[in-house]
């Protein structure tokens, strides 16, 4: 994965830092081009999963809009040159000032996940002399099969409104002056490989699309979230993912109308494989049944581990000796910060480089500044 000259110029940096490949960056994008933009499909990057510049920059070249949770995320997007025309601003509790945000720049939708939140919506707009445009988020009941903490689409989390409260929606609607309902919007959760439950989600669009075709709304577009997945045990197999499959998903099994445009959210599988952190091995010590390799990185770079038991393959750059096994860990006092648990690698050595890899997306953004630890830095493949 790392050639000779790479790990060369990894040796003369300070460790821990991120490492990016622009080149697979954009061949990620490339695909989504031709299986996604180039059918007419509209892929909004989810900026939380990392909001670099240099990424930024690629992700805005290949021609996708943004999709944001935050106030500060709408004033990243603008800032990396984004229009507000491509931005879309989802999010379960957002304050006044952010909805303010959106409404300054007027910004192509507001994701609403309440009733509630609408109609604050429309009483700022109004005092704002604005209008918004509004997706409603709604809960399909669809089992994502993926780590219950990243799971978003059932009735019991928190996002989104379930359908049984449209009737109330299509009620106050017409009462609310400084808003116009355009789209629905979905998404059933994160790291999502197993293509069912998307197809599950097209099903549920199809039927919900017909209650607001009863009710004479005719939505400009659907946006069905993001949540597809990557490979994490065997990344150099799947650098890419297979977005030819993931869009002909919603090809096949999503009924469009006329004129009616289709939107995702795509975040880890974006950015997630072009993105690795590189450590230093501070020490080799002897456990009961295992080696610890103590590393100059920990859950406070790599959050994922710990809150997720996420498994990201550990890479050793410098040692060609023959396996042993080891339990690979941080330096923080917390247990948790565990990258991996008994896993065979070649020999490592006090001072030995190894990549954690897949880490593009939700790891230097979650990286925190527990025990007064320095921000982790960046480095380009460019
Ligand atoms: N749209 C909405 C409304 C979302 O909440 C998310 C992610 C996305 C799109 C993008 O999802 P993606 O394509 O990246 O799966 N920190 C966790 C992941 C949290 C995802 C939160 N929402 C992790 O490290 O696994």
Do not use: W
């Amino acid at each position: 994965m790392f050639d000779p000259a790479t790990i060369d110029r990894f040796k003369s940096l300070k460790t821990p830092f991120y490492y990016y490949d622009l080149n697979l960056l954009r061949q990620t994008l490339g695909e989504i081009k031709t299986h996604g933009l180039d059918k007419g499909y509209h892929v909004h990057y989810a900026i939380k999963a990392n909001f670099n510049f240099r990424i930024l920059e690629i992700v805005r070249e290949a021609g996708l809009g943004i999709d944001c949770v935050s106030g500060n995320e709408i004033e990243r997007a603008i800032e990396a040159g984004f229009k507000p025309s491509q931005i879309a601003f989802a999010g379960v509790g957002k304050t006044d000032e952010e909805i303010e945000i959106g409404l300054k720049y007027e910004i192509y939708s507001f994701n609403c996940e309440s009733l509630q939140e609408i109609d604050v919506l429309n009483q700022l707009a109004e005092k704002s002399g604005k209008h918004a445009n509004v997706s409603i988020r709604l809960n399909p009941n669809v089992e994502a099969k993926t780590h219950k903490y990243i799971t978003t689409g059932l009735t019991e989390n928190k996002f989104g409104i379930n359908p049984d409260k449209l009737p109330l929606l299509f009620e106050m609607l017409p009462k609310l002056k400084n808003i116009s309902l355009t789209g629905i919007h979905f998404h059933i959760g994160s790291q999502i490989i197993d293509l069912q439950p998307f197809i599950d989600l097209c099903e549920k669009v199809n039927r919900v699309q017909d209650l607001f075709e009863q009710n004479d709304i005719l939505l400009q577009h659907i946006n069905v979230g993001g949540g597809y997945g990557i490979n994490y045990e065997t990344p150099d197999e799947e650098p890419v993912p297979d977005f030819k499959s993931f869009f002909e998903v919603f090809d096949r099994n999503l009924e469009i109308r006329d004129g009616q445009q289709v939107h995702f959210e795509l975040g880890r599988s974006i950015v997630g494989q072009c993105g690795s952190l590189i450590s230093k091995v501070l020490f080799i010590k002897e456990g009961l049944n295992t080696n610890f390799a103590v590393l100059d990185a920990g859950m406070t770079e790599l959050i994922r581990p710990a809150l997720y038991q996420a498994a990201h393959r550990v890479d050793p750059l410098t040692s060609t000796l023959p396996e042993k096994t080891y339990d690979v860990v941080g330096p923080i006092c917390e247990s948790s910060d565990t990258f991996r648990k008994g896993i065979q690698l070649p020999e490592l050595k006090r001072g030995d480089l190894v990549a954690i890899r897949s880490a593009g997306a939700y790891g230097e953004v979650m990286s925190s500044g527990f025990n007064l630890r320095e921000r982790v830095k960046a480095v380009y493949s460019e």
